[in-house]
């Protein structure tokens, strides 16, 4: 991305944003609420038109594409709050992450990877997904994701609402799933759990990036520190 301008009417909510994310690459943005952080990751999913600046994939420019194309140019994003049907069955919610042709045609060996990669899953194929707890209906959140055969993966605040340890189980999964050799943009508020996993990070505060580098670089920068009233360094 470069240069990226999100608003919404007159109000800007991503303002002059660069950002890289490399092949097999586990890149992750951290900030405080209202930093920007869900506008930002719903524009590189193409739920958000930019008003101005550059989103490319392998060169591609991906600002003419319509909002439903990005999944088959090979984005994936799993959204704040894990928005499954939750009357539907888990199996139901994950094989509407593979509705486009390529992926269908994959779907039953993508599906035992998903099962493969939460065990949990694999018990309540045919349960409501509604019925499953928290952390288990994340886990469907990006199983789905993951069905669509993506070449990135877009995670959008995933540890939010789950006990600490769910969280830590999510994590080690967001980084199986990166292992495997998939590019993961990761947007999160728990800033040390963030950062424990990432090859590199992005502070975002008030819609800008105020500080990038290395996980240990931007722990360790003073406007984390700001962003986060010293809540994140315990200073």
């Known amino acids: 991305m470069r240069g990226l301008e999100v608003g919404y009417g007159a109000a800007p909510a991503v ?3 660069s950002l890289d994310l490399a092949a097999g690459e586990l890149v992750c943005v951290v900030g405080p609420n209202g930093a920007g952080k869900s506008t930002l990751i719903n524009a590189i999913a193409g739920l958000h038109r930019a008003s101005a600046g550059r989103i490319a994939l392998d060169g591609r420019d991906l600002a003419s594409l319509p909002s439903h194309r990005f999944c088959s140019a090979g984005i994936a994003l799993v959204p704040e709050g894990r928005r499954l049907f939750t009357r539907m069955s888990v199996r139901e919610n994950l094989e509407m992450g593979s509705y ?12 035992e990877r998903v099962c493969t990669l939460f065990p ?4 309540k194929l045919e ?3 509604g019925a499953l707890s928290g952390g288990q209906q994340q886990m469907v959140a990006i199983g789905r994701a993951l ?3 993506p070449r990135m993966l877009l995670l959008d605040e995933p540890s939010l609402g789950l006990s600490p340890l769910m969280v830590q189980a999510m994590f080690n999964a967001i980084e199986d799933v990166n292992a495997g050799g998939m ?6 508020q728990n800033v040390a759990s963030a950062l424990a996993i990432a090859d590199r990070a992005y502070l975002l505060e008030e819609g800008r990036i105020v500080a990038e580098g290395t996980p240990d670089a931007v722990f360790g920068d003073p406007a984390l520190r700001r962003a986060y009233l010293g809540a994140a360094t315990g200073s």
Not at 120 to 123: E, F, G, N
Request: proline letters at 3%; charged letters at 20%.
């Open 15 to 17: 303002s002059g944003v």
């Open 100 to 111: 486009a042709a390529a992926a269908r045609q994959l779907r039953a060996r993508t599906l």
């Open 120 to 123: 949990a899953v694999r018990d």
């Open 127 to 129: 349960a409501p997904a």
């Open 147 to 149: 069905m669509a055969q």
């Open 183 to 188: 590019s993961v943009l990761l947007v999160e």
